[in-house]
């Protein structure tokens, strides 16, 4: 009977180099290794006789199949370039493989392609894998604040592309901020603006202390992105927790800040 490889040579290497290198780094500090060794040389026993048997049989680790072993969908979205893109997916990528293992695979490495034109703000590119079935995981894990990491970095288009695709406005980060907030803090007009156009809460407040976008763009003195949020109807005379302050408080006292320092 003919078994396909369970992983890809490279990495079952580099995931072993990493166990020792760990382990190795556990034993100078004294503390015992997180990986039992002998667990882990009959495992890497495992995976070397299931390549060997794969290999044998004439069966390719998955993923060997694409162009570039896979790598070249990542470089292609991170430079933008559409045409060589588009011609793997029509390609290359049209067929869906019967393996399960991948099939995870070309999902993997769909989702890193979009994750880099997302990182290099290739607009195009992004959106070519999302409408090709590109899976974001948009409802799991870090998936969830794609546009929140737009927003806090100024890439309009991106949290456009990402919202049209189905991202939730009020997806909270690791300081309970949604993609207006992180928007508003960072004074992104063009941002606040795509966050206000797919629906975002205006009047978001934080759990812990209560903040609103409002009060946020008037830390930092972002007065464009603050008559931004008045128009969208945002409550100006929302306190914030502890403080009580309002976002017009604030921002007074920021002008007052910069007068005397003039």
């Given at each position: 009977m003919q078994v396909a490889p369970?992983?890809?040579?490279?990495?079952?290497r580099t995931h072993v180099a990493c166990m020792?290198?760990?382990?190795t780094r556990a034993r100078a500090g004294g503390i015992a290794p997180l990986v039992n060794p002998a667990r882990a040389r009959t495992h890497v026993a495992c995976m070397r006789a299931s390549t060997t048997r794969a290999r044998a049989g004439g069966i390719a680790p998955p993923g060997s199949d694409l162009p570039g072993g896979g790598q070249l969908i990542c470089q292609y979205a991170s430079e933008g370039n559409?045409?060589?893109?588009?011609?793997l997916l029509d390609g290359p990528y049209a067929q869906t493989p019967e393996d399960s293992s991948a099939r995870a695979i070309r999902i993997a490495q769909l989702r890193t392609a979009a994750q880099r034109a997302m990182a290099c703000n290739q607009v195009v590119a992004l959106k070519t894998l999302i409408d090709f079935?590109?899976?974001?995981?948009?409802t799991m894990g870090n998936?969830?604040?794609?546009?929140?990491?737009?927003?806090?970095?100024?890439?309009?288009?991106?949290?456009?592309?990402?919202?049209d695709a189905g991202v939730s406005t009020e997806v909270v980060n690791?300081?309970?901020?949604?993609?207006?907030?992180?928007?508003?803090?960072?004074?992104?007009v063009d941002c606040v603006d795509v966050c206000l156009k797919a629906g975002a809460n205006v009047n978001f407040a934080t759990k812990n202390q209560g903040t609103t976008a409002a009060h946020l763009a008037a830390t930092n003195g972002h007065m464009p992105v603050?008559?931004?949020?008045?128009?969208?109807?945002?409550?100006?005379?929302?306190?914030?927790?502890g403080d009580g302050k309002t976002a017009?408080?604030?921002q007074r006292e920021h002008v007052k800040r910069q007068l005397s320092n003039f």
């Amino acid at each position: 009977m003919q078994v396909a490889p369970l992983v890809n040579p490279a990495r079952a290497r580099t995931h072993v180099a990493c166990m020792r290198a760990s382990t190795t780094r556990a034993r100078a500090g004294g503390i015992a290794p997180l990986v039992n060794p002998a667990r882990a040389r009959t495992h890497v026993a495992c995976m070397r006789a299931s390549t060997t048997r794969a290999r044998a049989g004439g069966i390719a680790p998955p993923g060997s199949d694409l162009p570039g072993g896979g790598q070249l969908i990542c470089q292609y979205a991170s430079e933008g370039n559409v045409i060589k893109l588009r011609a793997l997916l029509d390609g290359p990528y049209a067929q869906t493989p019967e393996d399960s293992s991948a099939r995870a695979i070309r999902i993997a490495q769909l989702r890193t392609a979009a994750q880099r034109a997302m990182a290099c703000n290739q607009v195009v590119a992004l959106k070519t894998l999302i409408d090709f079935g590109a899976d974001l995981n948009f409802t799991m894990g870090n998936g969830r604040l794609v546009a929140v990491e737009a927003c806090a970095a100024g890439r309009a288009e991106i949290a456009h592309v990402l919202f049209d695709a189905g991202v939730s406005t009020e997806v909270v980060n690791g300081y309970g901020r949604t993609a207006l907030l992180e928007a508003s803090l960072a004074g992104h007009v063009d941002c606040v603006d795509v966050c206000l156009k797919a629906g975002a809460n205006v009047n978001f407040a934080t759990k812990n202390q209560g903040t609103t976008a409002a009060h946020l763009a008037a830390t930092n003195g972002h007065m464009p992105v603050l008559v931004q949020l008045r128009e969208a109807g945002a409550d100006m005379t929302i306190e914030r927790l502890g403080d009580g302050k309002t976002a017009l408080q604030i921002q007074r006292e920021h002008v007052k800040r910069q007068l005397s320092n003039f």
